[in-house]
């Protein structure tokens, strides 16, 4: 099949088998081998189970536990400052909020803020009393709820690999972006050097939530076919870099049982279902993966080949 994302490389599948830490299943990756990009080989049944649910999202109430979900929520309100220093936007659209603490955020800063979400998205997200949420079904992905050239900075936090047509998403977000205004996507950079190191073991590929996987230079490419200049290409979140790293490391001696410490920080039901033996172990030789993972944290800040990229890119054409 040829690759949705640049369209002009074949997708190949990888020799990998990659599991999922909740499903236990396993699924193989389609790779381009123009773009590096790649994307999840699923049949349409293997959704028919529930990948998300309490066992990824945990609860309402938080996805870790209270000391790690207010160092999420302070990560989100750092985040939030820098968006306003740096575009002073009027509006915005988040496309996929979760529990919209970036939003959250903005509008404290007086930013008119907007999200849009799946309608089978869970009913705590679908009812966010701080946040205007509108919905999109599968039957009308194609319409989006909002006028043409509405906003002033549309993101995409990690988001933008979950979606089943990302291509589609990104068209119909550059309609309702104002000519000349800002598009910010995070993503997991599969051409990283910590996703090199083990792909199946790599923390941030999280399949089969993950459809995609983005290479640095393939959503740079796909971004500029779709009319944007590419402002800047930065560092991800330097939380979820280093984390990546340790947690990816953390992997190599547990193959069978991946995650199982960050459940342990998720607590509640994510971890009620972790392998107690693999946590053990990957606790015991912490004394190993977090002095390697902090140097790999500090190489791949040399060589810019970061585990989650953030790219600000700016509409040029309507």
Known sequence: M???????????????????????????LLRCNKCSCAKTDFKEEDFQNDFYGPVYYNSSKGKFIPLIEKIFQWNHKRN??????????????????GRAYLLKELANLGIEVSCLESATAADWILNNKDV?????SDSDEKEWPFPVQCFDLIVYWHVFEHIDDPILSLEQATKTLKNGKTLCISVPNISS??????PTAWF???VPRH????SKNGLVELLTKQGYRIEKVVAGDAIQNLYGWFQTLANLFTPNHPNTLYRFLQGGDPLRTVSKLS?????????????????????????????????????TRI
Request: hydrophobic letters at 40%; glycine letters at 6%; aromatic letters at 10%.
């Open 2 to 28: 040829n690759c949705p994302v640049c369209k002009q490389g074949s997708m190949q599948p990888t020799k990998e088998l990659c599991k999922d830490y909740i499903s236990e299943k396993f699924f193989k």
């Open 80 to 97: 939030a400052k820098n968006i306003y220093h740096n575009f002073k936007p009027k509006n915005v659209l988040e496309v996929g909020c």
């Open 132 to 136: 205007t949420v509108a919905t999109l």
């Open 193 to 198: 050097i910590q996703a090199r190191i083990k």
């Open 204 to 206: 941030h590929l999280d």
């Open 211 to 214: 459809l995609y996987h983005f």
């Open 279 to 315: 946590l053990v172990i990957q606790l015991v030789t912490s004394v190993i993966w977090v002095p390697a993972g902090i140097l790999g944290y500090l190489v791949e800040s040399i060589t810019g080949m970061h585990g989650n990229i953030t790219i600000y890119a700016v509409k």
